[in-house]
């Protein structure tokens, strides 16, 4: 399967193991050089708290997340984004913007 961006071949999440927890599969995702796309929050909260470089994560920030809704902000997002992704980036996706984070990210320690 091909998600038509050079050196980015997709896989479901169920591939990788269903009901691991979610800091060993973030540990696999590394190891194996991955990028998540996901809507889900914790990835982007794991890279911060732990100070990864990797595995990149792609967030999609939407109320509706449906290709017809978001899928051509998601496929801009991804090929603007590509040299970020595979040397470690956390991205945000909404239906107006794309952010990139180059990783690590800096600590902010909370008072």
């Avoid at 091909?2 to 599969?25: D, V």
């Avoid at 999609?60 to 980036?89: F, M, T, W, Y």
């Amino acid at each position: 399967m091909s998600c038509g961006l050079p050196g980015m071949t997709p896989c479901i999440g169920r591939q990788l193991g269903p009901g691991r927890p979610q800091i060993e599969t973030s540990c696999n995702l590394r190891e194996n050089d991955c990028v998540v796309l996901t809507h889900d929050l914790d990835f982007g909260d794991i890279l911060a708290a732990t100070g990864g470089a990797k595995p990149s994560v792609v967030q999609i920030r939407a109320s509706g997340v449906g290709v017809d809704r978001i899928g051509g902000q998601v496929i801009g997002g991804l090929a603007l984004c590509a040299d970020e992704l595979l040397a470690g980036a956390l991205v945000t996706i909404d239906a107006t913007r794309t952010r990139v984070r180059l990783l690590p990210l800096p600590f902010r320690q909370e008072i």
